[in-house]
């Protein structure tokens, strides 16, 4: 930790419903994919310090899950770090989804916020995809809230008005140390990332449902040296699903479908890594492992 003076630091809580651009708007800010997206709920499940280094800042973003009902043991732990986010942020940033409309879900989350002590921003997002009309509709709706020091206009996509934002949020931050090394952006192990890598992966190729029970687990990770003297690494991770039934459906016939999730991560991880990776894949079944608190304390939640 490095102590500066006149430095602006701190922990910004990015919450909303699931699906409103959280992660988006964190890689987008970062210039570089730190989170992984998808339009399945539960996509982001642990917090995940993403840091951004100024000149005269650093503001630690804090991505989260998205508030939802919660339906079983992993659904509550899920929502509790969601609340700890809350609770330990400098500053709360709402995110809601202009083009999806404002909602119950919505307004449970402002209850939940509008009485902590600090900062508190709304960004009304995907501006991008409405009109100017629609906007002010939904703005219309948020009009007796008056907890939000700053509502903001955004497009987590395309960037509209998100310097506006950063710079309104540098004014809101505390003078404070650097927490972080100013070369790194996110303190996630190199075993995190990989994992998250492999279940964006799942995500984009298998069934809304399927994905909410699935669990990467980073088995081995070497680096070594191929038979053609090139740097080589080897990862094998245990992909683990509830029932006997779901290993198929990621299998696939003739195993096609594991190869497929198994050559999209490979590229990823490639590239990420700057090295030819070796990518093994095990497909494991835990049984209710989502309502254990066993496996939950095993897979880290």
């Given at each position: 930790m490095v102590i500066k003076s006149n430095f602006k630091s701190g922990f910004v809580g990015l919450i909303g419903r699931t699906n409103v651009g959280k992660s988006t708007l964190v890689n987008k800010i970062l210039n570089q994919k730190i989170v992984i997206t998808s339009g399945t709920a539960q996509t982001t499940r642990d917090k995940i310090n993403c840091i951004l280094n100024t000149k005269n800042s650093q503001i630690i973003f804090v991505d989260c899950p998205g508030f939802f009902k919660p339906k079983n043991l992993l659904g509550k732990r899920l929502y509790d770090t969601v609340i700890s986010v809350i609770s330990d942020s400098d500053v709360v940033v709402m995110i809601v989804d202009a083009a999806g409309g404002i909602g119950g879900g919505d307004f449970f989350v402002i209850d939940r916020i509008k009485n902590k002590p600090r900062p508190r921003f709304l960004l009304l997002n995907k501006i991008d995809l409405v009109s100017k009309e629609k906007i002010k509709e939904e703005k219309e709706k948020i009009k007796d809230f008056n907890c939000f020091d700053h509502i903001i206009e955004i497009s987590a996509?395309?960037?509209?008005?998100?310097?506006?934002?950063?710079?309104?949020?540098?004014?809101?931050?505390?003078?404070?140390?650097?927490?972080?090394?100013?070369?790194?952006?996110?303190?996630?192990?190199?075993?995190?990332?990989?994992?998250?890598?492999?279940?964006?992966?799942?995500?984009?190729?298998?069934?809304?449902?399927?994905?909410?029970?699935?669990?990467?687990?980073?088995?081995?990770?070497?680096?070594?040296?191929?038979?053609?003297?090139?740097?080589?690494?080897?990862?094998?991770?245990?992909?683990?699903?509830?029932?006997?039934?779901?290993?198929?459906?990621?299998?696939?016939?003739?195993?096609?479908?594991?190869?497929?999730?198994?050559?999209?991560?490979?590229?990823?991880?490639?590239?990420?890594?700057?090295?030819?990776?070796?990518l093994e894949l095990w497909v494991k079944v835990e049984k209710n492992w989502t309502k254990s608190e066993l496996l939950l304390d095993r897979f880290g939640y």
């Open positions: 996509k395309t960037g509209e008005n998100i310097d506006k934002f950063l710079k309104l949020l540098a004014d809101k931050l505390p003078e404070g140390p650097q927490y972080f090394d100013k070369n790194i952006t996110t303190d996630q192990p190199i075993e995190k990332i990989i994992s998250e890598i492999l279940r964006e992966k799942l995500f984009a190729n298998l069934s809304q449902e399927l994905p909410h029970s699935i669990n990467i687990s980073v088995e081995r990770f070497d680096e070594t040296v191929s038979g053609k003297g090139e740097k080589l690494i080897i990862i094998s991770c245990n992909i683990y699903i509830e029932k006997i039934s779901q290993k198929a459906i990621i299998i696939g016939r003739e195993g096609n479908m594991l190869k497929k999730v198994g050559r999209e991560a490979r590229l990823e991880l490639e590239d990420l890594l700057k090295s030819k990776v070796f």
